[in-house]
Protein backbone atom coordinates (compact mmCIF):
# COMPACT_ATOMS: atom_id res chain seq x y z
CA UNK A 1 0.00 0.00 0.00
CA UNK A 2 1.29 3.71 -1.34
CA UNK A 3 1.17 5.98 1.57
CA UNK A 4 -1.67 8.40 0.88
CA UNK A 5 0.01 12.30 0.28
CA UNK A 6 -1.05 15.07 2.23
CA UNK A 7 -2.27 16.23 -1.77
CA UNK A 8 -4.52 13.59 -2.18
CA UNK A 9 -6.24 13.49 1.11
CA UNK A 10 -6.74 17.03 0.54
CA UNK A 11 -8.55 16.22 -2.98
CA UNK A 12 -10.18 13.76 -2.09
CA UNK A 13 -11.53 15.81 1.11
CA UNK A 14 -12.79 18.60 -0.83
CA UNK A 15 -14.85 16.25 -3.26
CA UNK A 16 -16.32 14.86 -0.27
CA UNK A 17 -17.35 17.95 0.83
CA UNK A 18 -18.86 18.92 -2.83
CA UNK A 19 -20.83 16.06 -2.96
CA UNK A 20 -22.37 16.78 0.53
CA UNK A 21 -23.15 20.25 -0.70
CA UNK A 22 -24.72 18.94 -3.63
CA UNK A 23 -26.64 16.54 -1.71
CA UNK A 24 -27.71 18.87 0.79
CA UNK A 25 -28.45 21.47 -1.78
CA UNK A 26 -30.43 18.78 -3.54
CA UNK A 27 -32.61 17.66 -0.50
CA UNK A 28 -33.11 21.43 0.20
CA UNK A 29 -34.68 21.95 -3.12
CA UNK A 30 -36.85 18.68 -2.86
CA UNK A 31 -38.25 20.41 0.16
CA UNK A 32 -39.24 23.65 -1.35
CA UNK A 33 -41.14 21.79 -3.76
CA UNK A 34 -42.99 19.59 -1.13
CA UNK A 35 -43.48 23.58 0.70
CA UNK A 36 -44.76 24.73 -2.42
CA UNK A 37 -47.19 21.81 -3.10
CA UNK A 38 -48.34 22.47 0.69
CA UNK A 39 -49.00 26.23 0.27
CA UNK A 40 -51.20 25.94 -2.95
CA UNK A 41 -53.74 24.31 -0.52
CA UNK A 42 -53.30 27.43 1.19
CA UNK A 43 -53.54 29.46 -2.13
CA UNK A 44 -56.89 27.66 -2.71
CA UNK A 45 -58.25 28.62 0.68
CA UNK A 46 -57.19 32.24 -0.08
CA UNK A 47 -58.89 32.60 -3.44
CA UNK A 48 -62.27 31.11 -1.91
CA UNK A 49 -62.44 33.80 0.46
CA UNK A 50 -60.76 36.55 -1.66
CA UNK A 51 -63.28 36.16 -4.50
CA UNK A 52 -65.96 35.63 -2.21
CA UNK A 53 -65.59 38.55 -0.03
CA UNK A 54 -64.43 40.78 -2.70
CA UNK A 55 -67.74 40.44 -5.03
CA UNK A 56 -69.48 40.21 -1.80
CA UNK A 57 -68.31 43.64 -0.45
CA UNK A 58 -69.30 45.05 -4.00
CA UNK A 59 -72.69 43.44 -3.73
CA UNK A 60 -73.16 45.23 -0.11
CA UNK A 61 -72.36 48.42 -1.76
CA UNK A 62 -75.54 48.38 -3.33
CA UNK A 63 -77.86 46.15 -1.32
CA UNK A 64 -77.59 46.99 2.06
CA UNK A 65 -77.09 43.63 4.54
CA UNK A 66 -79.46 44.66 6.69
CA UNK A 67 -81.87 43.90 3.59
CA UNK A 68 -80.18 40.99 2.76
CA UNK A 69 -80.18 39.64 5.61
CA UNK A 70 -83.70 40.06 7.25
CA UNK A 71 -85.38 40.52 4.24
CA UNK A 72 -88.37 37.56 3.20
CA UNK A 73 -88.54 37.78 -0.61
CA UNK A 74 -85.22 36.55 -2.60
CA UNK A 75 -86.02 37.88 -6.24
CA UNK A 76 -82.87 38.51 -7.54
CA UNK A 77 -83.46 38.15 -11.41
CA UNK A 78 -86.49 40.40 -11.32
CA UNK A 79 -86.45 43.86 -12.43
CA UNK A 80 -87.06 47.06 -10.68
CA UNK A 81 -90.07 46.92 -8.08
CA UNK A 82 -90.15 43.53 -8.50
CA UNK A 83 -86.58 42.60 -7.25
CA UNK A 84 -85.81 41.97 -3.94
CA UNK A 85 -82.48 40.28 -1.81
CA UNK A 86 -83.84 38.55 1.08
CA UNK A 87 -81.59 35.77 1.96
CA UNK A 88 -83.91 34.26 4.39
CA UNK A 89 -85.99 32.43 1.85
CA UNK A 90 -82.81 30.46 0.67
CA UNK A 91 -81.61 29.66 4.11
CA UNK A 92 -84.92 28.38 4.92
CA UNK A 93 -84.68 26.28 2.09
CA UNK A 94 -81.41 24.84 2.95
CA UNK A 95 -82.27 24.09 6.66
CA UNK A 96 -85.30 23.00 6.12
CA UNK A 97 -84.77 20.54 3.47
CA UNK A 98 -81.93 19.63 5.28
CA UNK A 99 -84.10 18.84 8.44
CA UNK A 100 -86.09 16.77 6.41
CA UNK A 101 -83.56 14.85 5.70
CA UNK A 102 -82.35 14.63 8.78
CA UNK A 103 -85.68 13.26 9.98
CA UNK A 104 -84.70 10.35 8.19
CA UNK A 105 -80.83 9.95 8.22
CA UNK A 106 -80.67 10.49 11.84
CA UNK A 107 -83.01 7.31 13.31
CA UNK A 108 -81.77 5.13 9.81
CA UNK A 109 -77.75 6.05 10.19
CA UNK A 110 -77.90 6.15 14.06
CA UNK A 111 -79.74 2.21 14.27
CA UNK A 112 -77.70 1.09 11.35
CA UNK A 113 -74.61 2.06 13.15
CA UNK A 114 -75.74 0.15 16.41
CA UNK A 115 -76.48 -2.78 14.83
CA UNK A 116 -72.99 -2.91 12.87
CA UNK A 117 -71.36 -2.05 15.55
CA UNK A 118 -73.16 -3.98 18.31
CA UNK A 119 -75.67 -6.82 17.33
CA UNK A 120 -73.86 -7.91 13.53
CA UNK A 121 -72.15 -10.93 13.16
CA UNK A 122 -68.81 -10.12 11.48
CA UNK A 123 -70.36 -11.85 8.57
CA UNK A 124 -73.34 -9.82 8.28
CA UNK A 125 -71.05 -6.60 8.92
CA UNK A 126 -69.01 -7.84 5.96
CA UNK A 127 -72.24 -7.98 3.36
CA UNK A 128 -73.65 -4.65 4.93
CA UNK A 129 -70.68 -2.35 4.87
CA UNK A 130 -70.41 -2.23 0.74
CA UNK A 131 -73.65 -1.48 0.52
CA UNK A 132 -73.55 1.34 2.50
CA UNK A 133 -70.39 2.40 0.86
CA UNK A 134 -72.10 2.02 -2.78
CA UNK A 135 -74.91 4.13 -1.72
CA UNK A 136 -72.27 6.97 -0.35
CA UNK A 137 -70.25 6.81 -3.49
CA UNK A 138 -73.35 7.16 -5.86
CA UNK A 139 -73.42 10.43 -8.08
CA UNK A 140 -75.37 12.61 -6.26
CA UNK A 141 -76.77 13.41 -10.12
CA UNK A 142 -78.75 9.93 -10.38
CA UNK A 143 -80.25 10.86 -6.26
CA UNK A 144 -81.45 13.98 -8.38
CA UNK A 145 -82.86 11.59 -10.79
CA UNK A 146 -84.06 9.29 -8.64
CA UNK A 147 -85.97 11.93 -6.60
CA UNK A 148 -87.80 13.22 -9.87
CA UNK A 149 -88.43 10.47 -11.49
CA UNK A 150 -89.11 7.66 -8.84
CA UNK A 151 -89.99 9.28 -5.40
CA UNK A 152 -92.09 12.42 -6.66
CA UNK A 153 -94.49 10.32 -8.66
CA UNK A 154 -94.42 6.89 -7.60
CA UNK A 155 -93.81 6.68 -3.86
CA UNK A 156 -95.19 9.89 -3.02
CA UNK A 157 -97.87 10.26 -5.11
CA UNK A 158 -98.57 6.59 -6.16
CA UNK A 159 -97.97 5.01 -2.64
CA UNK A 160 -99.11 7.52 -0.51
CA UNK A 161 -101.55 9.78 -2.20
CA UNK A 162 -99.68 13.04 -1.01
CA UNK A 163 -100.73 16.47 -3.80
CA UNK A 164 -97.48 17.12 -4.24
CA UNK A 165 -95.84 19.33 -6.66
CA UNK A 166 -93.55 18.18 -9.97
CA UNK A 167 -90.72 20.16 -7.86
CA UNK A 168 -91.15 19.66 -4.26
CA UNK A 169 -89.70 19.68 -0.95
CA UNK A 170 -90.75 16.84 0.24
CA UNK A 171 -89.11 14.52 -2.34
CA UNK A 172 -85.86 16.56 -2.40
CA UNK A 173 -85.23 16.58 1.52
CA UNK A 174 -85.93 12.52 1.52
CA UNK A 175 -83.84 12.24 -0.85
CA UNK A 176 -81.34 14.20 0.79
CA UNK A 177 -81.77 11.96 3.67
CA UNK A 178 -80.69 9.01 2.11
CA UNK A 179 -78.03 10.18 0.75
CA UNK A 180 -76.72 11.19 4.23
CA UNK A 181 -77.45 8.03 5.61
CA UNK A 182 -74.34 6.65 4.69
CA UNK A 183 -72.05 9.28 6.03
CA UNK A 184 -73.67 9.23 9.52
CA UNK A 185 -74.07 5.39 9.60
CA UNK A 186 -70.26 4.95 8.93
CA UNK A 187 -68.85 8.00 11.34
CA UNK A 188 -70.88 7.04 14.29
CA UNK A 189 -70.18 3.26 14.08
CA UNK A 190 -66.36 3.97 14.08
CA UNK A 191 -67.33 6.17 17.03
CA UNK A 192 -68.64 3.23 18.92
CA UNK A 193 -66.20 0.58 17.48
CA UNK A 194 -63.55 2.87 18.86
CA UNK A 195 -65.10 2.43 22.80
CA UNK A 196 -63.39 0.06 24.15
CA UNK A 197 -64.47 -3.99 24.73
CA UNK A 198 -63.76 -3.42 28.52
CA UNK A 199 -66.43 -1.07 29.05
CA UNK A 200 -69.01 -3.92 27.48
CA UNK A 201 -67.71 -6.25 29.45
CA UNK A 202 -67.69 -4.87 32.70
CA UNK A 203 -71.51 -3.99 32.35
CA UNK A 204 -72.34 -7.72 31.06
CA UNK A 205 -70.50 -8.68 34.47
CA UNK A 206 -73.15 -6.66 35.94
CA UNK A 207 -75.79 -8.24 34.37
CA UNK A 208 -76.77 -5.65 31.50
CA UNK A 209 -78.55 -6.64 28.22
CA UNK A 210 -77.20 -6.16 24.98
CA UNK A 211 -80.07 -3.88 24.36
CA UNK A 212 -78.83 -2.12 27.43
CA UNK A 213 -74.98 -2.19 26.68
CA UNK A 214 -75.70 -0.68 23.22
CA UNK A 215 -77.71 2.10 24.45
CA UNK A 216 -76.55 2.83 27.94
CA UNK A 217 -72.91 2.30 27.88
CA UNK A 218 -71.72 2.60 23.97
CA UNK A 219 -73.61 4.89 22.77
CA UNK A 220 -73.39 7.56 25.50
CA UNK A 221 -69.37 7.08 25.24
CA UNK A 222 -69.10 7.39 22.08
CA UNK A 223 -71.77 10.09 21.69
CA UNK A 224 -68.96 13.00 21.06
CA UNK A 225 -68.28 10.97 17.68
CA UNK A 226 -71.85 10.50 17.00
CA UNK A 227 -72.63 14.04 17.64
CA UNK A 228 -69.75 14.81 15.30
CA UNK A 229 -70.85 12.75 12.56
CA UNK A 230 -74.73 14.22 12.94
CA UNK A 231 -73.29 17.45 12.16
CA UNK A 232 -71.04 16.24 9.42
CA UNK A 233 -74.25 14.83 7.87
CA UNK A 234 -75.96 18.01 8.24
CA UNK A 235 -73.25 19.71 6.47
CA UNK A 236 -73.28 17.72 3.48
CA UNK A 237 -77.09 18.10 2.86
CA UNK A 238 -76.35 21.61 3.53
CA UNK A 239 -74.14 21.59 1.05
CA UNK A 240 -75.64 19.27 -1.65
CA UNK A 241 -76.50 21.33 -4.80
CA UNK A 242 -78.30 18.90 -7.47
CA UNK A 243 -80.65 16.93 -6.06
CA UNK A 244 -82.49 20.08 -5.10
CA UNK A 245 -81.76 21.95 -8.09
CA UNK A 246 -83.46 18.69 -10.38
CA UNK A 247 -86.19 17.90 -7.38
CA UNK A 248 -87.08 20.17 -5.33
CA UNK A 249 -87.50 23.14 -7.58
CA UNK A 250 -86.34 26.88 -8.28
CA UNK A 251 -88.53 28.80 -6.41
CA UNK A 252 -87.37 30.25 -3.22
CA UNK A 253 -90.15 30.13 -0.58
CA UNK A 254 -90.28 29.96 3.63
CA UNK A 255 -93.47 28.12 3.80
CA UNK A 256 -93.80 25.16 6.31
CA UNK A 257 -95.59 23.11 3.59
CA UNK A 258 -93.08 20.60 2.14
CA UNK A 259 -95.27 19.77 -0.80
CA UNK A 260 -94.10 22.80 -2.35
CA UNK A 261 -91.11 24.17 -4.23
CA UNK A 262 -88.03 24.93 -2.62
CA UNK A 263 -84.70 26.86 -3.35
CA UNK A 264 -81.88 26.46 -1.12
CA UNK A 265 -78.23 28.39 -1.54
CA UNK A 266 -76.37 26.12 -3.20
CA UNK A 267 -78.92 25.56 -5.81
CA UNK A 268 -79.82 29.39 -6.24
CA UNK A 269 -76.16 28.98 -7.02
CA UNK A 270 -76.12 25.88 -9.48
CA UNK A 271 -79.07 27.40 -11.55
CA UNK A 272 -77.44 30.91 -11.62
CA UNK A 273 -74.37 30.65 -11.90
CA UNK A 274 -73.37 29.26 -15.76
CA UNK A 275 -70.34 30.24 -18.21
CA UNK A 276 -72.28 32.86 -19.75
CA UNK A 277 -73.32 35.22 -16.54
CA UNK A 278 -72.89 38.82 -17.39
CA UNK A 279 -69.88 40.06 -15.13
CA UNK A 280 -69.94 43.06 -12.62
CA UNK A 281 -73.78 42.78 -12.04
CA UNK A 282 -75.70 42.77 -9.21
CA UNK A 283 -76.69 39.11 -10.93
CA UNK A 284 -73.32 37.97 -11.10
CA UNK A 285 -72.34 39.17 -7.35
CA UNK A 286 -75.40 37.37 -5.74
CA UNK A 287 -74.02 34.37 -6.54
CA UNK A 288 -70.91 35.37 -4.29
CA UNK A 289 -72.98 36.49 -1.67
CA UNK A 290 -74.80 33.46 -1.82
CA UNK A 291 -72.06 31.13 -2.02
CA UNK A 292 -69.95 33.23 0.92
CA UNK A 293 -73.07 32.76 3.35
CA UNK A 294 -72.89 29.38 2.62
CA UNK A 295 -69.20 28.80 2.65
CA UNK A 296 -69.63 30.44 6.52
CA UNK A 297 -72.40 28.30 6.96
CA UNK A 298 -70.66 25.23 6.72
CA UNK A 299 -67.48 26.27 7.99
CA UNK A 300 -69.54 27.17 11.35
CA UNK A 301 -70.91 23.49 11.01
CA UNK A 302 -67.64 21.98 10.87
CA UNK A 303 -65.92 24.57 13.83
CA UNK A 304 -69.01 23.31 16.14
CA UNK A 305 -68.41 19.39 14.88
CA UNK A 306 -64.32 19.76 15.67
CA UNK A 307 -65.55 21.96 19.22
CA UNK A 308 -67.84 18.61 20.12
CA UNK A 309 -64.97 16.33 19.32
CA UNK A 310 -62.40 17.71 21.17
CA UNK A 311 -64.56 19.26 24.16
CA UNK A 312 -66.40 15.74 24.80
CA UNK A 313 -63.81 13.15 23.92
CA UNK A 314 -62.92 10.63 26.23
CA UNK A 315 -59.76 9.26 25.76
CA UNK A 316 -59.47 5.58 26.48
CA UNK A 317 -56.17 3.61 27.25
CA UNK B 1 -90.45 -15.24 53.44
CA UNK B 2 -93.28 -17.04 52.88
CA UNK B 3 -93.70 -18.78 49.65
CA UNK B 4 -96.00 -16.63 48.33
CA UNK B 5 -93.69 -13.80 48.48
CA UNK B 6 -91.07 -15.67 46.68
CA UNK B 7 -93.58 -16.54 43.83
CA UNK B 8 -94.50 -12.95 43.57
CA UNK B 9 -90.85 -12.40 43.30
CA UNK B 10 -90.08 -14.32 40.96
CA UNK B 11 -93.26 -13.73 38.76
CA UNK B 12 -92.41 -10.34 38.96
CA UNK B 13 -88.37 -11.50 37.93
CA UNK B 14 -90.12 -12.87 35.00
CA UNK B 15 -92.17 -10.21 33.38
CA UNK B 16 -89.00 -8.03 33.93
CA UNK B 17 -87.22 -9.91 31.80
CA UNK B 18 -90.29 -10.87 29.48
CA UNK B 19 -90.45 -6.72 28.96
CA UNK B 20 -86.81 -6.69 28.21
CA UNK B 21 -86.77 -9.26 25.92
CA UNK B 22 -90.15 -7.48 24.25
CA UNK B 23 -87.87 -3.90 24.02
CA UNK B 24 -84.48 -6.19 22.61
CA UNK B 25 -87.08 -7.71 19.91
CA UNK B 26 -88.64 -4.33 19.30
CA UNK B 27 -85.26 -2.15 18.93
CA UNK B 28 -84.11 -5.35 16.77
CA UNK B 29 -87.26 -4.73 14.85
CA UNK B 30 -86.31 -0.92 14.54
CA UNK B 31 -82.68 -1.97 13.49
CA UNK B 32 -83.34 -4.44 10.69
CA UNK B 33 -85.59 -1.89 9.67
CA UNK B 34 -83.35 0.71 9.30
CA UNK B 35 -81.06 -1.27 7.34
CA UNK B 36 -83.94 -2.79 5.17
CA UNK B 37 -84.97 1.02 4.31
CA UNK B 38 -81.39 2.09 3.58
CA UNK B 39 -80.87 -1.04 1.21
CA UNK B 40 -84.23 -0.75 -0.46
CA UNK B 41 -83.43 2.88 -1.29
CA UNK B 42 -80.48 1.55 -2.97
CA UNK B 43 -82.83 -1.51 -4.90
CA UNK B 44 -85.30 1.40 -6.45
CA UNK B 45 -82.19 3.65 -7.07
CA UNK B 46 -80.73 1.00 -9.40
CA UNK B 47 -83.70 -0.29 -9.91
CA UNK B 48 -85.38 2.74 -11.80
CA UNK B 49 -82.21 3.51 -13.23
CA UNK B 50 -81.84 0.15 -14.79
CA UNK B 51 -85.81 -0.01 -16.12
CA UNK B 52 -85.43 2.98 -17.47
CA UNK B 53 -82.10 3.80 -18.66
CA UNK B 54 -81.52 -0.27 -19.93
CA UNK B 55 -83.68 0.18 -22.94
CA UNK B 56 -81.66 3.10 -24.45
CA UNK B 57 -77.74 1.55 -23.56
CA UNK B 58 -76.76 0.19 -27.23
CA UNK B 59 -73.77 0.73 -29.20
CA UNK B 60 -75.30 4.08 -30.72
CA UNK B 61 -75.41 5.60 -27.57
CA UNK B 62 -71.70 5.52 -27.07
CA UNK B 63 -70.90 6.75 -30.48
CA UNK B 64 -73.51 9.01 -31.43
CA UNK B 65 -74.15 12.90 -30.27
CA UNK B 66 -76.48 14.42 -27.96
CA UNK B 67 -79.30 15.82 -30.11
CA UNK B 68 -81.82 17.86 -29.24
CA UNK B 69 -84.71 17.15 -31.33
CA UNK B 70 -84.65 13.25 -31.90
CA UNK B 71 -83.65 11.09 -29.12
CA UNK B 72 -83.65 7.98 -31.43
CA UNK B 73 -80.40 8.80 -32.56
CA UNK B 74 -79.34 10.66 -29.46
CA UNK B 75 -76.50 9.43 -27.54
CA UNK B 76 -73.63 10.45 -25.31
CA UNK B 77 -70.66 10.25 -26.87
CA UNK B 78 -69.33 14.10 -26.04
CA UNK B 79 -69.76 13.76 -22.53
CA UNK B 80 -68.21 9.83 -22.15
CA UNK B 81 -65.45 11.39 -23.86
CA UNK B 82 -65.49 14.76 -22.11
CA UNK B 83 -65.63 12.27 -18.37
CA UNK B 84 -62.82 10.38 -19.52
CA UNK B 85 -60.19 13.32 -20.29
CA UNK B 86 -61.95 15.31 -17.04
CA UNK B 87 -60.57 12.55 -15.09
CA UNK B 88 -57.12 12.18 -17.05
CA UNK B 89 -56.37 15.85 -16.92
CA UNK B 90 -57.70 15.83 -12.39
CA UNK B 91 -55.10 12.39 -11.99
CA UNK B 92 -52.24 14.52 -13.43
CA UNK B 93 -52.81 17.50 -11.64
CA UNK B 94 -54.03 16.18 -8.06
CA UNK B 95 -51.72 12.85 -8.04
CA UNK B 96 -47.92 15.08 -7.74
CA UNK B 97 -49.58 17.79 -6.07
CA UNK B 98 -51.67 15.83 -3.52
CA UNK B 99 -48.64 13.51 -2.78
CA UNK B 100 -45.89 16.36 -2.04
CA UNK B 101 -48.18 17.62 0.38
CA UNK B 102 -48.68 14.68 1.94
CA UNK B 103 -45.16 13.85 2.03
CA UNK B 104 -44.27 17.49 3.33
CA UNK B 105 -46.80 17.01 6.12
CA UNK B 106 -45.56 13.79 7.40
CA UNK B 107 -42.03 13.57 6.48
CA UNK B 108 -40.95 17.10 6.58
CA UNK B 109 -42.95 19.35 8.55
CA UNK B 110 -42.05 20.26 11.94
CA UNK B 111 -45.74 19.49 13.77
CA UNK B 112 -45.49 21.99 16.86
CA UNK B 113 -44.93 25.16 14.34
CA UNK B 114 -47.82 27.04 14.19
CA UNK B 115 -47.64 27.58 10.05
CA UNK B 116 -47.78 23.24 9.44
CA UNK B 117 -50.58 23.50 11.81
CA UNK B 118 -52.30 26.27 9.70
CA UNK B 119 -51.86 24.27 6.96
CA UNK B 120 -53.36 20.82 8.31
CA UNK B 121 -56.59 22.45 9.78
CA UNK B 122 -56.82 24.66 6.65
CA UNK B 123 -56.83 20.73 4.12
CA UNK B 124 -59.57 19.50 6.94
CA UNK B 125 -61.88 22.55 6.18
CA UNK B 126 -60.87 22.56 2.53
CA UNK B 127 -62.75 18.91 2.29
CA UNK B 128 -65.84 20.03 4.08
CA UNK B 129 -66.35 23.32 1.69
CA UNK B 130 -69.05 22.49 -0.56
CA UNK B 131 -68.23 21.50 -4.03
CA UNK B 132 -70.30 24.27 -5.36
CA UNK B 133 -68.10 26.72 -3.86
CA UNK B 134 -65.52 25.11 -6.11
CA UNK B 135 -67.32 25.76 -8.70
CA UNK B 136 -67.73 29.91 -7.82
CA UNK B 137 -64.21 29.49 -7.26
CA UNK B 138 -63.53 28.29 -10.41
CA UNK B 139 -65.49 30.59 -12.31
CA UNK B 140 -64.19 33.71 -10.79
CA UNK B 141 -60.67 32.51 -10.64
CA UNK B 142 -59.77 29.80 -13.59
CA UNK B 143 -62.69 30.74 -15.93
CA UNK B 144 -62.57 34.70 -15.49
CA UNK B 145 -60.13 36.88 -13.40
CA UNK B 146 -56.66 35.55 -12.97
CA UNK B 147 -56.29 32.87 -15.51
CA UNK B 148 -59.30 34.15 -17.16
CA UNK B 149 -59.19 30.45 -19.77
CA UNK B 150 -62.76 30.55 -20.54
CA UNK B 151 -64.89 27.54 -19.86
CA UNK B 152 -62.58 25.16 -21.27
CA UNK B 153 -61.44 21.60 -20.58
CA UNK B 154 -58.54 22.68 -18.45
CA UNK B 155 -60.71 25.12 -16.77
CA UNK B 156 -63.07 21.88 -15.98
CA UNK B 157 -60.02 19.86 -15.21
CA UNK B 158 -58.21 22.26 -12.49
CA UNK B 159 -61.62 23.16 -10.40
CA UNK B 160 -61.97 19.34 -9.85
CA UNK B 161 -58.37 19.01 -9.38
CA UNK B 162 -58.74 21.62 -6.17
CA UNK B 163 -61.99 20.13 -5.28
CA UNK B 164 -60.13 16.65 -4.61
CA UNK B 165 -57.15 17.72 -3.87
CA UNK B 166 -57.75 17.82 0.10
CA UNK B 167 -59.16 14.18 -0.16
CA UNK B 168 -56.16 12.70 -1.91
CA UNK B 169 -53.96 14.55 0.41
CA UNK B 170 -55.77 12.93 3.36
CA UNK B 171 -55.94 9.68 2.13
CA UNK B 172 -52.51 10.11 1.12
CA UNK B 173 -51.38 11.28 4.48
CA UNK B 174 -53.05 8.31 6.17
CA UNK B 175 -51.12 5.67 4.28
CA UNK B 176 -47.86 7.54 4.50
CA UNK B 177 -48.32 7.40 8.22
CA UNK B 178 -49.07 3.62 8.61
CA UNK B 179 -45.12 2.96 7.28
CA UNK B 180 -43.92 1.67 10.54
CA UNK B 181 -41.10 4.05 11.69
CA UNK B 182 -38.26 1.30 11.61
CA UNK B 183 -38.42 1.24 8.08
CA UNK B 184 -37.19 4.98 7.66
CA UNK B 185 -34.76 4.39 10.82
CA UNK B 186 -33.22 1.63 9.00
CA UNK B 187 -32.97 3.42 6.13
CA UNK B 188 -31.46 6.66 7.24
CA UNK B 189 -29.00 4.39 9.48
CA UNK B 190 -27.61 3.00 6.54
CA UNK B 191 -26.37 6.62 5.29
CA UNK B 192 -29.67 7.23 2.88
CA UNK B 193 -30.49 11.00 2.79
CA UNK B 194 -33.88 12.19 3.73
CA UNK B 195 -35.25 12.04 -0.14
CA UNK B 196 -33.87 8.78 -0.54
CA UNK B 197 -35.10 7.18 2.47
CA UNK B 198 -38.89 9.08 1.44
CA UNK B 199 -38.63 7.99 -2.29
CA UNK B 200 -37.21 4.72 -2.16
CA UNK B 201 -38.50 3.51 0.98
CA UNK B 202 -41.55 5.12 2.35
CA UNK B 203 -43.48 5.88 -0.89
CA UNK B 204 -42.89 2.49 -2.22
CA UNK B 205 -44.36 1.05 1.12
CA UNK B 206 -47.50 3.34 0.92
CA UNK B 207 -48.22 3.01 -2.67
CA UNK B 208 -51.17 0.37 -2.02
CA UNK B 209 -52.86 3.32 0.19
CA UNK B 210 -52.44 6.27 -2.11
CA UNK B 211 -53.21 4.52 -5.39
CA UNK B 212 -56.73 3.36 -3.81
CA UNK B 213 -57.40 6.95 -2.06
CA UNK B 214 -56.76 8.44 -5.62
CA UNK B 215 -58.85 6.74 -7.21
CA UNK B 216 -61.51 6.84 -4.99
CA UNK B 217 -61.24 10.78 -4.72
CA UNK B 218 -60.82 10.48 -8.68
CA UNK B 219 -64.08 8.60 -8.83
CA UNK B 220 -65.72 11.31 -6.59
CA UNK B 221 -64.90 14.15 -9.15
CA UNK B 222 -65.94 12.38 -11.94
CA UNK B 223 -69.67 12.03 -10.57
CA UNK B 224 -69.62 15.71 -9.64
CA UNK B 225 -72.66 18.00 -11.47
CA UNK B 226 -72.46 21.46 -9.55
CA UNK B 227 -69.14 22.92 -10.21
CA UNK B 228 -69.04 21.82 -13.71
CA UNK B 229 -72.59 23.91 -14.06
CA UNK B 230 -71.52 27.05 -12.53
CA UNK B 231 -68.47 27.18 -14.23
CA UNK B 232 -70.37 26.46 -17.40
CA UNK B 233 -69.48 23.53 -18.89
CA UNK B 234 -71.41 23.04 -22.29
CA UNK B 235 -74.89 21.32 -22.62
CA UNK B 236 -75.47 18.82 -25.08
CA UNK B 237 -72.20 19.60 -27.51
CA UNK B 238 -72.45 17.42 -30.82
CA UNK B 239 -68.07 17.26 -31.14
CA UNK B 240 -65.88 16.08 -28.56
CA UNK B 241 -62.70 18.38 -27.01
CA UNK B 242 -60.27 18.21 -29.19
CA UNK B 243 -57.73 20.13 -26.75
CA UNK B 244 -57.33 21.58 -23.32
CA UNK B 245 -58.45 25.05 -24.60
CA UNK B 246 -61.91 23.39 -26.06
CA UNK B 247 -65.64 23.28 -24.37
CA UNK B 248 -66.34 20.52 -22.96
CA UNK B 249 -69.22 18.51 -21.34
CA UNK B 250 -69.20 15.50 -18.85
CA UNK B 251 -71.70 12.73 -18.24
CA UNK B 252 -73.27 14.30 -14.72
CA UNK B 253 -73.94 17.27 -16.79
CA UNK B 254 -75.64 15.84 -19.70
CA UNK B 255 -77.68 13.81 -17.34
CA UNK B 256 -79.18 17.17 -15.69
CA UNK B 257 -79.39 18.49 -19.07
CA UNK B 258 -81.33 15.33 -19.85
CA UNK B 259 -83.62 15.61 -16.84
CA UNK B 260 -84.66 19.33 -17.95
CA UNK B 261 -86.14 18.17 -21.12
CA UNK B 262 -89.75 18.29 -21.49
CA UNK B 263 -89.36 15.03 -23.33
CA UNK B 264 -89.90 11.75 -21.57
CA UNK B 265 -87.57 9.94 -23.28
CA UNK B 266 -84.89 12.52 -23.53
CA UNK B 267 -85.33 11.79 -19.03
CA UNK B 268 -84.94 8.08 -19.81
CA UNK B 269 -81.33 8.60 -21.21
CA UNK B 270 -80.25 10.23 -18.24
CA UNK B 271 -81.04 7.03 -16.81
CA UNK B 272 -79.44 5.51 -19.60
CA UNK B 273 -76.17 7.87 -19.57
CA UNK B 274 -76.61 6.89 -15.50
CA UNK B 275 -75.89 3.43 -16.14
CA UNK B 276 -72.47 4.78 -18.27
CA UNK B 277 -71.71 6.48 -15.44
CA UNK B 278 -72.58 3.86 -13.29
CA UNK B 279 -70.01 1.59 -14.97
CA UNK B 280 -67.54 3.80 -15.14
CA UNK B 281 -67.19 3.89 -11.28
CA UNK B 282 -67.55 0.63 -11.13
CA UNK B 283 -64.92 0.08 -13.49
CA UNK B 284 -62.38 2.34 -11.39
CA UNK B 285 -63.54 0.86 -7.99
CA UNK B 286 -62.57 -2.45 -9.24
CA UNK B 287 -59.34 -1.58 -10.36
CA UNK B 288 -58.86 0.43 -6.64
CA UNK B 289 -59.66 -3.16 -5.14
CA UNK B 290 -57.37 -5.14 -7.29
CA UNK B 291 -54.21 -2.60 -7.21
CA UNK B 292 -54.94 -2.83 -3.17
CA UNK B 293 -54.81 -6.36 -2.89
CA UNK B 294 -51.72 -6.61 -5.04
CA UNK B 295 -49.42 -4.02 -3.18
CA UNK B 296 -50.96 -4.12 0.23
CA UNK B 297 -48.65 -4.70 2.74
CA UNK B 298 -48.73 -5.71 6.46
CA UNK B 299 -46.60 -4.89 9.04
Known amino acids: MTPVTSTERERVRTDLVRARSARSAREGLIKGILVLAALLSIATTTAIVFTLLQ ?77 LELLAGMPTIIFGYFALTFVTPTILRGLFGIPVNQFNGLSAGLVLGILVIPTIASVSEDAMRSVPSSLR ?65 ASFIAATARGDIPQNTLKYETIFVVGFTLFCVTLLLNGISAKVVGRFRQVYE | MTGAQIAANALEGIRHGERKRLAAQLFNGFMYGAIGLAFL ?69 DKTRWWNRLIEVNIQNLAAVPSVVYGILGLAFIVR ?34 VPPSIRDGALALGATKWQTVSRQVLPSARAGIVTGVILSLSRAIGE ?67 RNRYEQRW
Open chain 1, 55 to 131: QTLSFFGTVSPWDYFTGTKWTPLLAGDQQSFGVLPLLWGTFYLTGIGLLVAIPCGLLAAIYLSEFAKPRVRKAVKPI
Open chain 1, 201 to 265: EGAYGLGAGRLQVALRVVFPAALSGIVAALILGASRAVGETVIILIAGGQEPSMTLNPTQSFQSM
Open chain 2, 41 to 109: ALVALIGQTAVKGLPGLSLQFFTNFPSRINPSTSGAQSAIVGTVYLTLLTAVFVIPVGIATALYLEEYA
Open chain 2, 145 to 178: GPLGIGPVLLAGGLTLGLLVLPVVIIVARESIRA
Open chain 2, 225 to 291: TAPLLVIGAASSPRFNPSGLNDAFTALPIQIFTWTQDPNPQFVDQAATASIVLLLILLGMNGIAIVL
